[in-house]
């Protein structure tokens, strides 16, 4: 793997600078820094809508049954009557919401632009492996996005039946208000988007092992480019899975097979399905599911390794326990899905094994934070926004890590299973840790996507409210979670046994809020310097790695000459004997040189 497939990938055609139109530039455009930019900005649209579903099931939950103008302005008379959240939109928002931040924002959102802007970039290629299916990829996804909003306005309204979709609820169209036209419009949509996922995914293996520039060993790869190259690997492997699942799923609904559904009596009448099981449907979708939880970690604690050496002014410690970190937990990701069912009547033997298999992944997650930790301890270090957000990202990795070898333990589960404690956990680990990635990435690859700066202390005035407020929202929620209270509940003010929660979760809406008003500020920075900011210079972090040697203007072929050949490791940082504090990875070693 260590050869390079590459010498000069697309140069015949890429340097005939012919001026093109509107569309193949801007809309059908196959060029990878495009493309990934298009990723970018319909995230951010998908991952707006997210966060008002949000803020409107917040209210509700802290003010249950009160009218606010808020919600009847987004949901109308028909879901907010006089203001006040209607239960079965309640139940949809909560599904629609999580359906839209784990896959178009965190998946889609996160590997779409990341993988596309870097991955030729930090390579050494003139584009992706094939641009036309980069480009198909991302209409898809675009589609996809597109039919999940669209199901918002169907009759009865959108999919209801949680994220997970599980059956019978999924599976029987007329169970619940949201199970209809919005369920089969969900179960579209997914299709859809993992269509775009495999063919994304397909291209970013093919380019990383074939497309690499005269030089660039695996073992010269930037951490970046290993965690993208697993996570595509990880989406190719396990997303048919789900959309076996999904499909099947389909056919229950429309023509009356039962691959799900068996023995359900309704209002004493016996369904005609028998023979199914709605177990397996669990198994299927949680096969995809776990590794999902690293397809969206991996690619933001690769762009955290880049930051964290970058702004620390060091070599990061441990490269090739990081790689084996990687590629451990892709490994493992596989052989844990079983810990989301614990309490589906699986057998005790079994759960011990997943519970075995689910603590053991602990370890390369430790291993990846006490590298960040070393990297970081007696650095130089430069307080960027994305530097802040690399750290928060380590904070909240911790934090939501601890909770899990709680979750991990079958007996502990029992208590805790589908309570606010699990939602707390997950939005911790994989919620906040992957968001905060993201942004790391886009505060440090603004100047390379758009040649312009992103305001420093507008990011700083995001940073700490963000960081405040995924705290401020997710750390009671466990407290919630451990006085028992389910997840999903319209309202909590029912039941008596539930009363100590309730000032808690006017707190959580209270920090929800504000950290809603924190994403204003990025959003307004994010587009003001685009069209306003100042002009970046060639290389603004004084990084070594490949990207930083493209002219900042965007070009065919991303390099004027020939691609430039690689010498040396992408972290020689503070190398004693050298005039800087950075060495391109450009630059020739000298005699007698080791490289690392």
């Known amino acids: ?53 949000s803020i409107i099931f917040r209210l509700q939950l802290a003010w249950p049954g009160e009218g606010f103008a808020f919600t009847n302005f987004f949901l109308g008379e028909k879901w907010a009557p006089g203001g006040v959240l209607d239960p079965n939109m309640y139940l949809a928002l909560v599904t629609i919401h999580g359906t839209i931040m784990v896959f178009f924002v965190l998946t889609g959102g996160l590997s779409g632009t990341f993988a596309n802007m870097l991955i030729p970039l930090q390579v050494g290629a003139r584009d992706m492996a094939s641009g036309f299916i980069n480009m198909l990829s991302y209409w898809f996804f675009f589609l996809s996005s597109v039919v999940m909003v669209l199901s918002l306005f169907v009759e009865g309204g959108p999919a209801s039946a949680g994220w997970t979709v599980y059956p019978p609820l999924s599976a029987l169209p007329k169970s619940i208000p949201g199970s209809g036209a919005g369920m089969t419009l969900w179960l579209v949509s997914m299709t859809l988007f993992i269509a775009s996922s495999l063919m994304g995914g397909l291209n970013y293996v093919v380019t990383i092992l074939n497309l690499r520039t005269k030089g660039m060993k695996m073992t010269r790869l930037p951490l970046t480019i290993w965690a993208i190259f697993l996570t595509a690997v990880l989406g190719v492997l396990s997303f048919p899975v789900l959309l076996s699942a999904a499909l099947l799923l389909l056919l229950d609904r429309t023509l009356g097979t039962s691959f799900y559904l068996s023995d359900i009596h309704i209002a004493g009448e016996a369904l005609e399905n028998t023979g199914g099981s709605p177990i397996l449907f669990q198994h299927l979708f949680w096969f995809l ?64 094994v997943f519970v075995f298999t689910t603590l053991l992944i602990a370890i390369p997650s430790a291993v990846k934070v006490f590298n960040y930790i070393t990297t970081l301890w007696r650095g130089n270090i430069i307080f960027t926004p994305a530097m802040l957000f690399s750290i928060g990202l380590v904070a909240t990795f911790i934090a939501g890590g601890l909770t899990g070898i709680i979750l991990a333990d079958s007996a502990l589960d029992i208590h805790v299973h589908d309570t606010y404690f699990v939602v707390a956990h997950f939005h911790i680990v994989m919620g906040m840790s992957a968001i905060f990635g993201m942004f790391a990435g886009i505060y440090h690859w603004f100047p390379k996507m758009y040649g312009k700066m992103m305001n420093t202390k507008l990011g700083y005035v995001h940073f700490w409210i963000t960081f405040i407020c995924a705290f401020g929202v997710f750390f009671p929620m466990h407290f919630i979670g451990l006085a028992g209270a389910p997840r999903r509940y319209y309202s909590y003010t029912e039941f008596t046994m539930f009363d100590g929660v309730v000032d808690l979760n006017v707190l959580v809406t209270f920090f929800a809020i504000i950290g809603a008003l924190a994403q204003v500020v990025f959003t307004y920075n994010f587009f003001y310097s685009i069209y306003r900011g100042p002009k970046t210079v060639q290389n603004p972090w004084k990084s070594n790695t490949l990207e930083w040697t493209t002219p900042v203007e965007h070009m065919h072929g991303n390099w004027p000459g020939p691609i430039p050949v690689v010498h040396r490791w992408p972290y020689d940082y503070s190398k004693p004997g050298k005039a800087e504090d950075w060495v391109s990875q450009i630059t020739p070693l000298e005699p007698g040189e080791e490289e690392h």
């Open 1 to 53: 793997m260590g050869a390079h497939a590459h010498t000069d990938h697309g140069a015949g055609h890429q340097h005939h600078h012919h001026e093109e139109s509107f569309v193949s530039k801007y809309v059908f455009s196959q060029d990878h820094k495009m493309i990934g930019k298009q990723f970018l900005v319909t995230a951010i649209i998908m991952a707006w809508i997210a966060v008002i579903m």
């Open 289 to 352: 599911g776990h590794p999902e939880v690293y397809i969206v970690l991996l690619p933001a604690l690769g762009i955290t390794s880049e930051i964290i050496a970058t702004n620390a002014r060091k070599p990061i410690f441990g490269y090739r326990a990081m790689i084996g970190s990687i590629l451990a937990i892709a490994f493992l990701s596989f052989i844990v899905w079983g810990h989301h069912m614990f309490i589906t009547g699986m057998n005790p033997f079994l759960g011990s």
